[in-house]
């Protein structure tokens, strides 16, 4: 069993990233971040490591992908009210980010999505499992 995840994104500019996901209500650890890295702080568990194309390369023999032309993941987290969906994308519109789908309700299932400043897309959803049909 998986104890915790770590994300690895290329970015271009950690401190704009740093400054965006700030606003967003994310923080950092401290110990894990320099000018090329800063560990995002998602929960207990889960952690997105950003990381400058050079950083990035590091680890990888691949081309880096353009989030802003490509998509290569699609980042999808959950959060606790259909209110804290339309928060965070309020936020993140407010730093920059854009939004490349409207926002869908499913009834038991509320999602809305942007893309941040390096163009990674992110599906943010409100999921009340007590409404989940038996075949969604």
Not at 2 to 9: A, Q, S
């Amino acid at each position: 069993m998986v104890n915790k995840i770590f994300v690895n994104l290329p970015v271009q500019d950690i401190q704009k990233s740093i400054a965006f996901f700030t606003h967003l209500g994310f923080t950092f650890n401290p110990q894990f971040t320099d000018e090329t890295a800063t560990c995002m702080i998602m929960s207990d568990t889960i952690y997105a490591m950003l990381l400058t194309h050079p950083k990035f390369a590091q680890f990888t023999k691949k081309a880096i992908s353009d989030a802003h032309k490509t998509t290569e993941v699609l980042l999808a987290i959950e959060l606790p009210s259909r209110e804290a969906v339309d928060t965070m994308v309020k936020k993140a519109l407010e730093s920059g980010a854009t939004t490349y789908a409207d926002p869908q309700d499913y009834g038991w299932m509320y999602q809305h999505s942007f893309a941040d400043l390096d163009g990674h897309q992110w599906e943010v959803m409100f999921l009340d499992a007590t409404a989940i049909p038996q075949n969604p």
